[in-house]
């Protein structure tokens, strides 16, 4: 049974830092790419950043590129994504999921939610002053 759970949520100023962490079981993580993904009210679930968990290939939205770092430990079985220099806008529930990789580019749909078919529940970031 595939699991995912996120940790690592809260609030934090213009400016600041948070981790997120996902917790993984249930699944052989080489076959693997996990993303994160993003949804604030009223609107739609974005990708943010996502990575093959075989070879560490990773994939980055433009909102996030230069400010967030995904990394994995496999031994540890579980995903990061390490938040820098964060605004109000990056506020909203984040999600990662997880897909089985496939012969495809992570920049073609490694953003996409629709592919992913594990997600976890979500954690809450708010950048607020």
């Known amino acids: 049974q595939v699991q995912l759970v996120e940790s690592g949520g809260g609030l934090v100023q213009p400016g600041g830092s948070l981790r997120l962490s996902c917790a993984v079981s249930?699944?052989?993580?080489?076959?693997?790419?996990t993303g994160w993904f993003r949804q604030a009210p009223g609107k739609e679930r974005e990708g943010v950043s996502c990575?093959?968990?075989?070879?560490?290939?990773?994939y980055y939205a433009d909102s996030a590129k230069g400010r967030f770092t995904i990394s994995r430990d496999n031994a540890k079985k579980t995903v990061y994504l390490q938040m820098n220099s964060l605004k109000p806008e990056d506020t909203g529930v984040y999600y990662c999921?997880?897909?089985?990789?496939?012969?495809?580019?992570?920049?073609?749909?490694?953003?996409?939610?629709?592919?992913?078919?594990?997600w976890g529940q979500g954690i809450q970031a708010t950048v607020s002053s």
């Open positions: 990575i093959s968990m075989s070879d560490g290939s990773t």
């Open positions: 999921a997880a897909v089985q990789r496939a012969p495809w580019s992570l920049a073609q749909w490694g953003l996409k939610p629709t592919i992913y078919p594990y």
């Open positions: 249930g699944f052989t993580l080489g076959y693997y790419v």
